[in-house]
């Protein structure tokens, strides 16, 4: 599964001291890896836990190669980590903070009805709505669809989202695949993040829109650390239009590539309609929008939840998304909201998107987020989260903005709870935090 490893030349990674690492470090360190984890056999569980690093990439890699089934954690949280051991039922645990010693797991004994997959990638959902869904993808497939080209591509990449994220991974297998560097650093805050670019020279950045908010809104963001820069991609939630209009002000020569893709299916390969538009094309994977939700069935999907069964999967292969969608004339998709971000008030039907369009209206507006709070008289209350350009006076605007709704919502549509600020907030994956 890894001879085309040999074929590359060249920087493998280099990391936040600079420090670089061949193709040809990696074989050998494979090679050592092998000898130092003997114990470990084909069909073998095992546990990583640890962010990117040259030590962590190898092990990712030789494990892949012998067969096992590899379930990544970034989480340095103890409590996360034996739920999800408890859940996962591994035989070896290999932790970064035990400087990557091999770990029998003796109390995980009782294995669980996991997949028998040689092979494979086991990941968690984010747990965001009680106990995380596990699922289990074939790591084969998933390298396999990833082409390895004619020529090296000799490219530098952030690996920016996480060694447990579904984009993460694919970002990884991808770029070795191509025969890329892969940058690698531990701090994600905007400061560091500009520099580790201007420094390393990075000249792809995968990215969350959350985090862009947080770049533009950074004093440390100054356009010219992005000369290196060639290509941003973005994906995991909706791109608001303001920060992409501002991207692309900023950043004219940087081409915008909007990605599409769910732990359950894994990453499909798409296309944007420009650098400048929120419309995109899925390509070499089946879909289809069936009364507005898109449908995807890919050949690195799972089959359902390990443990649950659930609607989110047909009969006939096909996985609901969840994703409400517009489809223009050319094919392009937009996402336009979450099935159930839906909110019922008083049995009337609210679209987020409506409203949030309607913000963007706003000049000083960089992004606007509804969502339903329960309320025990009219079943929930809109609520709106607002980020508005540094400078902006945030009381002001909070009555510019109720003012706003008021003459251009009906009354059901109202935000009740208007939350403004310039701080951009974020969850771990950085994904936009409501609160």
């Known amino acids: 599964m890894l001879d085309f490893i040999s074929k590359f030349k060249g920087d493998f990674l280099v990391n936040r001291d600079l420090k670089v690492y061949s193709y040809e470090d990696l074989e050998k360190s494979i ?25 962590s990439i190898s092990i990712f890699l030789y494990l892949a190669k012998l067969g096992c089934n590899i379930c ?29 010693k091999l770990v029998f797991l003796e109390n995980n004994k009782i294995k669980n009805d996991i997949s028998d997959l040689n092979a494979s990638i086991t990941l968690f959902s984010s747990g965001t709505s009680g106990i995380p869904k596990m699922m289990v993808q074939n790591l084969k497939s998933i390298f396999e669809s990833h082409d390895v080209p004619k020529n090296q ?5 952030l690996l920016f989202l996480l060694f447990d994220h579904v984009g993460g991974l694919n970002t990884l297998i991808s770029s070795i695949k191509k025969g890329m560097c892969v940058a690698i650093t531990s701090s994600r805050n905007p400061e560091d993040i500009c520099n580790f670019i201007s420094e390393a020279n990075i000249n792809v950045l995968p990215t969350t829109p959350t985090f862009l908010n947080m770049l533009l809104l950074s004093d440390a963001f100054i356009p010219e650390k992005f000369n290196s820069i060639k290509l941003i991609t973005y994906g995991t939630e909706k791109m608001p239009p303001g920060t992409l209009k501002k991207i692309n002000i900023l950043l004219p020569r940087v081409k915008l590539l909007q990605t599409f893709g769910t732990s359950e299916t894994g990453i499909v390969k798409t296309i944007s309609k420009s650098s400048d538009s929120l419309f995109f094309k899925i390509i070499d994977t089946d879909y289809k929008v069936v009364n507005n939700e898109l449908f995807l069935k890919t050949k690195t999907q799972i089959k359902n939840y390990e443990g649950i069964n659930s609607d989110s999967f047909t009969q006939d292969g096909w ?40 913000i963007f209206e706003l000049d000083f507006v960089i992004d606007a987020t509804v969502y339903g709070k329960p309320n025990a008289f009219v079943g929930n209350i809109i609520c709106l989260k ?7 006076d945030v009381l002001i605007a909070k009555k510019q ?6 003459t251009k919502l009906d009354k059901y549509k109202i935000p009740q709870k208007i939350i403004v600020t310039n701080i951009v ?3 771990l994956r950085f994904k936009k935090s409501l609160e």
Not at 31 to 55: A, H, L, M, Q, W
Not at 334 to 354: A, C, D, Q, T
Not at 386 to 392: K, L, T, Y
């Open 31 to 55: 090679i050592e890896i092998s000898n130092d984890y003997t114990k470990i056999k084909p069909g073998t569980k095992v546990i990583i836990r640890s962010d990117y690093s040259f030590k």
């Open 72 to 100: 990544p954690i970034t989480s340095e949280n103890d409590a996360e980590l034996n739920e999800k051991l408890l859940l996962f039922k591994g035989d070896y645990l290999i932790d970064s903070k035990l400087n990557y």
């Open 153 to 157: 591509k000799q490219l530098r990449i």
């Open 401 to 406: 903005i109720k003012l706003f709704c008021r």
């Open 386 to 392: 607002v980020i508005v350009e540094g400078g902006i």
């Open 425 to 427: 907030t974020s969850t």
């Open 319 to 358: 996985f609901k998304t969840g994703d409400i969608v517009e489809v223009d004339d050319d094919g392009f998709i937009k996402v336009i909201s979450r099935i159930n971000n839906i909110i019922n008030v008083g049995g009337l039907k609210v679209f987020p998107n409506e409203i949030e369009q309607l």
